[in-house]
């Protein structure tokens, strides 16, 4: 498969999540650049009108732990929840945003496989994580002025790598060494529990 084809299936888990939840969490008031700010209220933002595709997709059950957020920012206040599906049901994510961080669990029932993007990114790291291919990115922010940065764990769905993928990104206004350790925490105790997830 050519890049240009391979490029035109990437989800915007890798490229766009920067933008998205900047732009969409400060014109909602979900995402606060000033963390001095009251919280605003967290309603979570749903681009599907279908119903079941909402109920059958939902990963924000999955990623609105705890336990889970402790390890990114402990004792950190939910500031916002958002909720996206792609219109064809490939890929779904929720994204919930901490005080000075954001979690997003994004996944992806397509064509692509762990090698493709390992091909597409050259600085993306091979990892293995629950005995998956998986990869380490640091994702570049593609629009000037927007002072967030990405760093995503990719693993594939199943173990064969066939295509499909689930992804732990931590989006901050800069990269975090300890960022790799937390996702893939994070990784470990989401990733099984999600529906579908191959033993």
């Given amino acids: 498969m050519r890049r240009s084809a391979l490029l035109g299936w990437i989800p915007p888990a890798i490229i766009t999540v920067a933008i998205a939840v900047y732009a969409g969490g400060v014109m909602t008031g979900r995402w606060d650049p000033n963390p001095t700010r009251a919280d605003a209220d967290v309603v979570p933002k749903v681009d599907s009108t279908d119903p079941e595709m909402r109920k059958s997709q939902e990963l924000c059950p999955f990623a609105d732990r705890r336990e889970l957020l402790d390890i990114l920012e402990p004792g950190a206040k939910v500031k916002g929840i958002g909720t996206t599906y792609d219109p064809g049901g490939d890929s779904h994510q929720c994204t919930v945003s901490l005080q000075y961080a954001s979690l997003r669990l994004n996944v992806a029932h397509d064509r692509l496989r762990v090698a493709d993007y390992q091909g597409l990114f050259e600085q993306a790291q091979p990892r293995t994580v629950l005995g998956r291919p998986a990869l380490w990115l640091l994702d570049p922010v593609p629009i000037v002025n927007i002072p967030l940065k990405s760093a995503s764990l990719l693993v594939?769905?199943?173990?064969?790598?066939?295509?499909?993928?689930?992804?732990?990104?931590?989006?901050?206004?800069?990269?975090?060494?300890?960022?790799?350790?937390r996702a893939t925490q994070i990784a470990e105790r989401i990733l099984p529990a999600l529906p579908g997830w191959p033993g």
């Avoid at 173990?159 to 960022?179: L, Q």
């Fill in 156 to 181: 594939a769905w199943d173990p064969t790598d066939p295509g499909g993928t689930a992804s732990i990104a931590i989006i901050r206004e800069s990269h975090d060494p300890g960022d790799e350790a």
